[in-house]
């Protein structure tokens, strides 16, 4: 019914800059909140930032001030400007949105992930 689809990770240099984009597809649905996660092994997925249908941000204080999320409510879609990036960045990225869908219960949708390793 949602997909979350994201793009945008790869491979940088420490002190470089990637933007991770989330586009949410589908009908009958209206966001809440969307934001973003990261996960390495063996750890636990961590929230990185978040931002509220009304614009309202909250950062992981390992990011803040190099990283910037925004959205573009017309087309559903969320971003993520990292920069200057460090190693201990690597991770791979996970797009979340709080979701209300038409007749359903409120829910939360993951994207497929995107890798972001960032070299020594």
């Known amino acids: 019914q949602v997909q979350l689809v994201e793009s945008g990770g790869g491979l940088v240099q420490a002190g470089g800059s990637l933007r991770l984009s989330c586009a949410a597809s589908g009908t009958g649905f209206s966001i809440n909140a969307m934001g973003w996660y990261r996960q390495v092994p063996g750890k636990q997925r961590e929230l990185v930032a978040t931002?509220?249908?009304?614009?309202?941000?909250n950062y992981a204080d390992s990011v803040k001030g190099r990283f910037t999320i925004s959205a573009d409510n017309a087309k559903n879609t969320v971003y993520l400007q990292m920069n200057s990036l460090k190693h201990e960045d690597t991770a791979v990225y996970y797009c979340?949105?709080?979701?209300?869908?038409?007749?359903?219960?409120?829910?939360?949708?993951w994207g497929q992930g995107t890798q972001v390793t960032v070299s020594s």
């Open positions: 931002i509220t249908s009304g614009g309202s941000t």
């Open positions: 979340n949105a709080d979701l209300y869908i038409l007749y359903s219960s409120r829910l939360n949708y």
